[in-house]
């Protein structure tokens, strides 16, 4: 229809510019000339009214387009309208890409950022939460969603982390320790970026620091224990350079500086002992070792250690095998026998026994009939250094590491240990192996023959 228009415009204006000067040239020709004359106006200015509709309708569907969505292509229509509505278009349609490609790159910056270790909170420049990675939620209690836009003071109202922010200095970072959850600890670092604006970085550092005050622990244990000896081997040693001894005086100071020296060399063995356990591979479950003698000579190293003090139970035949190292197996169920022994009053009993259990896992237990252990103690008796009873401990020639290395032992073969005890009611000490490290031994294994009769 454009086309046509397009064509039939300019030669209307000929038509009519025709018919004017002829109705002119001719215009006493009387009342046939006026009537022709005034047949073209009128054909005229319905030509003129026709094309000026149809502009209006074009131009009414193009801004109807333009306050839609504008999600449908544009009118194809020819002329002016139809160009600018295709021009319009693809502009409209670059701009959606350009915004679409914007925000699927922001999509991915976000989920980077919400899969990275540390929480990640942005603030604008009014201390308002702008946007927050669950991570930092977590660390803050806050709620990512629902806390957007509120004042981050408003939330988290640690006064150590209200002045932090607010003095502006952030060359080195913020420990928080009291916070909404009990016993986390995070490591808080401001960044400011924009136009006013702050982004606060935490790191979950509990673990960290619990190792830290382990290793203080540990460092101030060791010394305490390696002084003590060596204060009293001086003292032994300046009273035999200053003093006239009899013989039997100093027959007995050789004998505790013998005692403290042992003691120490106990102490130095077991801290080799937690060193190689830490820092070797895990015993592999391809080398098997026959369970019988193991505990035979588990008990047999028991009996010898009592001194017919206690009555000492082996357990009967298993009949088994068990993967591992035989060396740390040796040395985590000696330290259960030798806590039994070393604790367990003269006259009672000290039980080695060996069960199966229900889900297919090993139960090695020592069972003693000694004081017992409160409750309170059983959760912390694994740890380093860690006694129920210091004097009484060193008394026994205990170094606070037995249990660690036990405990050591037994993680390093996939399994656990287990601590039963009531005061006045003795101990147990379980070793659970798992399913996979135990099985028959090898001679129950095989099928049984028919012995040949022997020739005489």
């Not at 990512?144 to 502006?168: C, K, M, W």
């Not at 924009?194 to 673990?207: C, E, Y």
């Not at 620091?209 to 460092?219: C, I, L, P, T």
């Amino acid at each position: 229809m454009g086309e046509t228009l397009n064509w039939l415009l300019p030669r209307v204006l000929l038509a009519f510019t025709g018919v004017v000067i002829g109705a002119l040239a001719f215009w006493w020709a009387g009342q046939v000339v006026t009537i022709s004359l005034l047949a073209a106006t009128v054909g005229l200015l319905v030509a003129v009214g026709f094309v000026f509709v149809v502009d209006t309708w074009r131009a009414h569907r193009l801004l109807a387009w333009l306050k839609g969505a504008m999600q449908d292509s544009a009118p194809r229509d020819a002329g002016l309208y139809g160009e600018m509505g295709y021009r319009i278009e693809r502009a409209v349609r670059e701009r959606d890409r350009s915004i679409e490609w914007s925000q699927r790159q922001l999509l991915d910056f976000l989920s980077a950022i919400e899969a990275s270790p540390n929480g990640v909170l942005m603030l604008d420049a009014n201390e308002q939460i702008a946007w927050c990675n669950h991570l930092a939620a977590a660390h803050f209690s806050l709620d990512p969603e629902r806390d957007l836009h509120q004042r981050i003071t408003n939330l988290v109202r640690s006064p150590a982390f209200v002045g932090y922010l607010q003095a502006g200095s952030y060359a080195e970072p913020l420990t928080l320790s009291n916070l909404r959850e009990a016993g986390l600890t995070l490591s808080v670092i401001v960044r400011p970026y924009g136009q006013g604006m702050r982004l606060i970085i935490s790191q979950d550092v509990t673990q960290r620091e619990r190792a830290d005050a382990m290793r203080r622990d540990f460092v101030a244990n060791v010394s305490h224990e390696i002084r003590t000896p060596l204060t009293v081997l001086t003292g032994f040693i300046e009273t035999l350079a200053s003093l006239p001894l009899t013989n039997v005086e100093r027959e007995r100071v050789y004998g505790l500086m013998e005692q403290q020296t042992g003691r120490m060399q106990t102490l130095v063995s077991d801290l080799l002992t937690l060193a190689q356990l830490e820092g070797s591979p895990r015993p592999g479950t391809d080398r098997w070792l026959a369970l019988d003698p193991l505990l035979a000579r588990l008990a047999t190293e028991a009996s010898m250690l009592s001194a017919g003090r206690h009555r000492i139970h082996a357990p009967a035949p298993t009949g088994l095998e068990v993967a591992g190292n035989e060396a740390e197996l040796l040395s985590g169920a000696g330290n259960l026998l030798s806590n039994a022994v070393r604790y367990t009053p003269a006259g009672g009993d000290i039980h080695l026994q060996w069960r199966m259990l229900a889900d297919g896992c090993g139960e090695l237990a020592v069972v003693d009939t000694g004081p017992g252990i409160a409750r309170e103690h059983l959760p912390r008796l694994t740890e380093r250094f860690y006694r129920v009873d210091g004097s009484r401990s060193r008394e026994t020639g205990g170094t606070g590491l037995g249990l660690s290395i036990v405990k050591h032992v037994i993680q390093r073969h996939g399994g656990e240990l287990r601590i039963e005890s009531e005061p006045g009611q003795g101990s147990q000490f379980k070793l659970v192996l798992p399913a996979a490290r135990i099985r028959e031994a090898e001679a129950s294994r095989l099928p049984t023959e028919t012995p040949h009769p022997v020739a005489r």
